[in-house]
């Protein structure tokens, strides 16, 4: 049984609307986060989550928006869609932080394309 | 540019050859991970290898460690079909960081 669980698997949508992605883990780990992986860049890291408090943010778009409702729940809401928003977006999670060089456990994704 | 790069886009072998496949990084690190993803699934851990350490050993795989030189390599024996995948790097973006930052990975195509 897949441990982290990533709805939908696959996603289109419209350039303006809005989606929200679906991330839960069932390991127990009390950080979770968000990757993006598209052809024109690698795993690209976005945000980092610790018991519900946000502890790193790379992505510079207010237009992605996590969402904490549980210790072990991190949605990614991402708003006014545009086209260079496809990309598969991963969820992981790790037991501590990963300033303790921890381990990323991934979910399977969700693929995301924007028409 | 990436913290972490593998030095190789890809590689191809025959089954039950041995592959190595290379990463250098460019900051002074507490750990390298290396990482396989299989076509349609989320990336996988491999190996852990941590600053004072110069190999770690998981199976067929082998993971070395020089902090002299800032590189590191992953070795896998008696490759197998199964094998295929696309293979990363990946260091924490700072000591005490939230990010752990993956190189751009290299493909690995095992034939039969």
């Known amino acids: 049984d897949p441990k982290i669980i990533q709805k939908p698997k696959y996603l289109v949508a419209v350039t303006g609307s809005e989606k929200i992605l679906i991330c839960e883990q069932y390991l127990g780990h009390n950080a979770m986060y968000w990757y993006r992986q598209s052809a024109k860049k690698p795993l690209e890291f976005m945000f980092s989550y610790s018991y519900q408090k946000l502890m790193d943010n790379q992505t510079a778009s207010s237009r992605f928006q996590p969402q904490s409702s549980k210790k072990n729940h991190l949605d990614l809401q991402i708003t006014a869609l545009k086209p260079d928003d496809s990309a598969t977006y991963f969820c992981a999670s790790s037991q501590g932080g990963l300033g303790e060089s921890e381990t990323l456990y991934f979910g399977s994704g969700t693929r995301l394309t924007v028409l | 540019s990436q913290l972490a790069e593998e030095n190789s886009w890809a590689l191809s072998v025959h089954e039950g050859e041995s592959v190595t496949v290379n990463c250098s990084y460019k900051t002074s690190i507490t750990a390298l991970q290396w990482y396989r993803q299989k076509s349609g699934k989320g990336p996988a851990q491999l190996i852990l290898i941590r600053s004072n350490e110069r190999e770690k050993r998981n199976g067929r795989l082998r993971a070395t460690l020089d902090t002299s030189s800032q590189s590191s390599s992953l070795s896998i024996t008696a490759t197998r079909c199964e094998d295929t995948a696309v293979y990363f790097c990946?260091?924490?973006?700072?000591?005490?960081?939230?990010?752990?930052?993956f190189g751009s990975g290299t493909q690995l195509t095992v034939m039969p």
């Open positions: 990946a260091t924490d973006a700072s000591s005490g960081s939230w990010q752990l930052i």
